[in-house]
């Protein structure tokens, strides 16, 4: 492996600066034997250096600290000039080649422990993979693009490019403006996750801490029919499963009409939304052995870091219909104890007076 | 387990038009029920609503104290009505200080016993009681288990005096000796002497009974708070099962049928004891052959302390323990016997029970900061020091002393019956203690006198009317709560004893205002799981036999000695209880689903109705209209 393209088992979290965030994590938890669809990342290298290859570094910057963060019609007008510069421009072979390397070699691994015929072409998932530790000026930043059902070297290389261009979205070239040129530069470092496609009919996100309360024994999950894009984006309303992770047990549900699904395209490219047929819209779309082998996963995602996670997974299901869970990201809950606190102010007076009290009453009797 | 949209919105708390136009029903107007004319002769002054008193006691809230008291107290049974409140009263407020609690005002109306509290100490005096509190509550925290113990000893040591109290004969002479040697008080002096020292007993048992008691609950409170803090979503449930113990003395009586069940097994009597009914059954029966007499002598051996166990609650005289009437326990006999044959070896796990408190505490532990072990481990040892005190001062006082102190009271009215005053026994209860008093002067003259008392002339149609009102009492159905809705409800031993949240005032004024559903109940999840059948309604102690087999138990509350009727049902559902409740425990113990505290239970449920208990989710749906009525 070259130093453009890391494959997901060589990587841990440590590998972040290069790598982003979230194939950091992926790498992660590879090495902790999680189940994780196999894939590789393209680094950050490889937008440096492609953007140093030429002029495109400088061009990018003077597009970026040009505009106008107060006019929309000039915030468009830079985007489509940045985008049109990062599609347009020649990339380097030494990084197009690996990038295509690498796909190729993961597509003909796949088609072959598989079995299926045509090995340079299995189905990809290309995200984004933000290097900046906080979510929220990733998400400003444009730093949160996937393309799904991506198929073939050359439709990979294109989707890497957009997702690089994808740093220039009118409100990303906004957030950037006021920046110095260092800062500007450094805001927009990206590597490219490249996963295998989960073949999904269920998706969702699990939270292994309340998301209401922040009660840390309580698991969380909401899922929705087909990929997990629905959930994520909120299109739909999904099923909602409270467990406790005592057990774990299952606590309550709540049913919701699930309207919508993303599955994949006809013609085996790209992703299509459609409408979920009456007959599966208000049944529950995990069974009880489904949320006992997601739960059980998710406490060992939360084990491995130590702390709360909100974790993005897919469930595949063999031919024989045995359920099989997939990870696709794992992120620390970081809202939990502010949730916690908020909480804890229902506490009345008179309550903790008293317990103030009895606390002082019974310093000393340590048993 | 599943919840649709629908059913979450009706969950929510509707908006209120305006809290000054809802209240509840003013104590000076709630009327008399027809029959029951002259009903406040029964209860002495100071128990109850004074016309003079209105606008002080009208502009308080008052709740209905069900959970001890759901019956119609009885004239006399008010010694321990008005015994139970002097004791917290007087802990709280005297004793120990409790800085923010004092405590309850108390009345009767229509014969149901209310209670309001005693407006919480202003800052400055929670203050000045807060330094006493610390000095005071913590001696106790610190020497616990030795004060404990001694508690221990000076409540056998009422029992027994309560027990063994003299009542003199009455004879018609003097003994001899009362005239060569000690020249003391006659009988007629003991006599009424005798009878101060039981009502002192029965006084003085509260003290006892409260001494450690809120100390227990604040203790325990404190772990609850910092539980809920820590994770906002556990259940009370979950919060008890790591503080409370697995060998608790109500479960006793039951371990000692189960042991007398075994027992006739190993000595080839089995079958006799199975085919008994009643204790005449069971001497007619085994009365012959040695191991007969052996199972006998294991009987009674058990009876003392272990079956002072009474039918109810303890608080009323007419509920009875398993020593006054031995057929529940000897059917439950019979039942443990047919389960023993079926490979059942009626032990209850206790090393598993334990094993698996521990592994739930090690759980909520591993989701903590190592910041926040300390307190959590310092308020669960202080939990569990004081629970089992908690836990376990019901069997000794509600069950064990009173048991004998009924009982005495009747070997008062059994004397004053054989002097003509009434035919019954029980009718002794249909007077004050006041007027027990003056029966017992009027017969103390008589017979002094060596003439005929009073009361045979006066008592039977007092006691008849009584009977009457009593009736008519009984057939009206209380309102959980009088006076103005409560500006809020925080004191948190209220809301942790009596299960009075500011949800459950709202459900209680929506009944109250016709809102409440029909076939759909709410209360607090008891224990998990969901089960279905009949339901069979269980008012009184004495209705318990009807109980069938897979029929599910609804009652007003359950008393511990209902314990083996749980082998029958298939769940429980209760008008009261909070998170300590009797019901949940045991419920839990069977693995039978329960829902506590619906408030209207048994005013809703009909028996033969199908109903679901669902035990996750706390609520109660009837599935069809139909009766056996």
């Known amino acids: 492996m070259g130093k453009y393209t890391r494959k997901f088992n060589e990587l841990s979290s440590t590998d972040r600066p290069l790598v982003g965030g979230k194939c950091a994590s992926l790498g992660e938890m590879v090495q902790a034997g999680l189940p994780v669809p196999d894939g590789f990342a393209v680094t950050v290298d490889a937008y440096e250096d492609y953007r140093d290859a030429s002029d495109l570094r400088q061009q990018l910057l003077r597009i970026v600290l040009g505009a106008d963060a107060q006019n929309n019609d000039s915030l468009q007008q830079a985007h489509d000039e940045a985008v049109e510069l990062i599609l347009g421009r020649e990339l380097p072979p030494a990084i197009e080649q690996e990038i295509r390397e690498t796909y190729l070699e993961l597509s003909r691994q796949t088609a072959q422990r598989r079995g299926v015929g045509d090995a340079d072409r299995i189905p990809v998932a290309v995200r984004s993979s933000a290097t900046d530790e906080d979510g929220d000026a990733a998400s400003f930043a444009g730093q949160q693009e996937t393309y799904l059902w991506v198929v073939g070297e050359d439709d990979v290389i294109a989707k890497v490019r957009e997702c690089w261009a994808s740093l220039y979205t009118p409100q990303a070239i906004a957030y950037r403006s006021g920046m110095s040129a260092a800062e500007a530069s450094d805001a927009s470092k990206i590597a490219v996750a490249v996963q295998l496609m989960a073949h999904a009919d269920v998706a969702g996100v699990t939270f292994t801490v309340s998301p209401r309360t922040g009660d ?152 | 387990m599943t919840t649709t949209d629908s059913e979450l919105n009706e969950n929510s708390v509707p908006v209120q038009n305006g809290p000054q136009e809802r209240s509840f029903p003013d104590p000076y107007e709630i009327e008399t029920p027809e029959g029951a004319e002259g009903w406040e002769e029964m209860y002495a002054y100071h128990n109850r609503f004074l016309p003079t008193r209105r606008a002080e006691d009208s502009a308080k809230t008052w709740f209905r104290n069900s959970l001890h008291y759901p019956e119609v107290s009885y004239p006399f ?177 039951d371990d000692e049928l189960r042991a007398l069940a075994r027992k006739a097994e190993e000595l080839g009597v089995g079958d006799l004891v199975q085919a008994a009914n009643n204790e005449e059954d069971l001497l007619s029966s085994l009365g012959d052959s040695e191991a007969g007499k052996a199972w006998l002598a294991s009987l009674d051996e058990s009876k003392d302390p272990w079956f002072n166990f009474s039918y109810g609650s303890g608080m009323y005289h007419s509920h009875r323990s398993w020593i006054d009437d ?161 500006g809020e409800v925080n004191e948190p031993l209220t809301i942790m004893l009596w299960g009075i949240t500011p949800e459950t005032v709202e459900r209680w004024l929506t009944a109250q205002d016709g809102g409440s559903s029909r076939t759909h109940l709410t209360g607090f999840a008891g224990s998990p799981g969901i089960a279905e059948g009949r339901a069979r309604v269980v008012l009184r102690p004495d209705q318990l036999d009807t109980v069938q087999e897979g029929e599910i138990l609804v009652s007003p509350v359950t008393s511990p000695s209902w314990t083996p009727v749980f082998g029958r049902i298939r769940g429980a559902v209760s008008d009261i209880g909070g998170i300590m409740c009797h019901a949940a425990i045991v419920s839990r113990e069977y693995g039978l689903p329960a829902v506590v505290g619906t408030g209207f239970g048994t005013s809703t449920i009909k028996t033969g109705q199908l109903i679901r208990v669902d035990g996750d989710a706390g609520t109660v749906t009837i599935l069809d209209e139909s009766t056996d009525v």
């Open chain 1, 216 to 367: 840390r024994s309580v698991i969380a999950i909401n899922a929705s029919w087909g990929l997990g894009q629905a959930v994520v984006s909120g299109e739909v309303t999904p099923d909602e499963y409270w467990l406790n992770k005592i057990g774990p047990t299952l606590t309550s549900t709540r049913i919701a009409s699930k309207a919508h699904e993303y599955v994949p395209a006809p013609g085996g490219v790209g992703v299509e939304l459609r409408d979920v047929e009456d007959s599966r819209r208000k049944v529950a779309c995990l069974s009880e052995p489904e949320l006992m082998q997601l739960a059980d996963i998710a406490l060992r995602v939360e084990k491995h870091y130590g702390c709360p996670q909100d974790i993005e997974w897919a469930l595949e299901h063999d031919a024989d219909g045995t359920p099989k869970v997939m990870l696709l990201q794992s992120r620390p809950e970081t809202n939990w104890k502010k949730r916690k606190e908020e909480k804890g102010k229902n506490t009345t007076k008179a309550t903790s007076n008293l317990l103030g009290f009895v606390t002082a009453a019974a310093k000393g009797s340590t048993k």
């Open chain 2, 77 to 253: 049974d008010q010694v321990t009505i008005d015994g139970a409140f002097t004791g917290t009263g007087v802990t709280n407020t005297r004793v120990f200080a409790l800085p923010p609690a004092k405590g309850l005002d108390v009345r009767v109306i229509n014969g149901y016993t209310y209670m309001s509290t005693i407006p919480s100490p202003d800052d400055e005096e929670q203050a000045r009681r807060a330094e006493e509190f610390g000095k005071r509550a913590g001696y106790y925290f610190e020497n616990w288990d030795t004060l404990y113990a001694e508690w221990e000893g000076r409540v056998t040591g009422a029992i027994r005096a309560v027990h063994e109290l003299e009542i003199p004969p009455l004879s018609e002479f003097e003994a001899i000796e009362r005239v060569t040697a000690d020249r003391g008080p006659s009988q007629g002096n003991l006599l009424l002497s005798a009878y101060h020292r039981l009502l002192e007993h029965g006084d003085q048992i509260w003290t006892l009974h409260s001494e450690f008691l809120n100390l227990g609950y604040a203790a325990y409170l404190q772990f609850l708070t910092l539980c809920k803090e820590h994770f906002p979503e556990i259940d009370d449930q979950t919060i008890s099962r790591m503080v409370s113990g697995v060998d608790v003395l109500l479960f006793r009586p």
């Open chain 2, 326 to 486: 031995l057929r529940l326990p000897i059917q439950a006999i019979g039942d443990y016997i047919v389960r023993l044959r079926g490979g059942d070896d009626l032990r209850r796990p206790l090393d598993k029970l334990q094993a698996e408190r521990d592994e739930l505490v090690e759980h909520y532990r591993s989701h903590l900061d190592e910041d926040d072990l300390p307190a959590f481990d310092a308020a669960l040892g202080l939990s569990r020091t004081v629970f089992p005190y908690v836990e376990n001062h019901n069997f000794y006082v509600e069950h064990w002393f009173l048991t004998n102190f009924w009982n005495k009271a009747r070997e008062f009215s059994t004397l004053l019956q054989t002097w003509g005053f009434w035919d019954d026994v029980e009718d002794i209860f249909f007077l004050r203690r006041a007027e027990v008093e003056e029966a017992i002067v009027d017969l103390q003259m008589a017979w002094a006198a060596g003439g005929k008392p009073q009361g045979g002339y006066h008592w039977p149609e007092i006691i008849k009317r009584r009977k009457e009102i009593y009736e008519a009492l009984s057939n009206w159905n209380p309102p959980p709560a009088l006076g103005p809705v409560p």
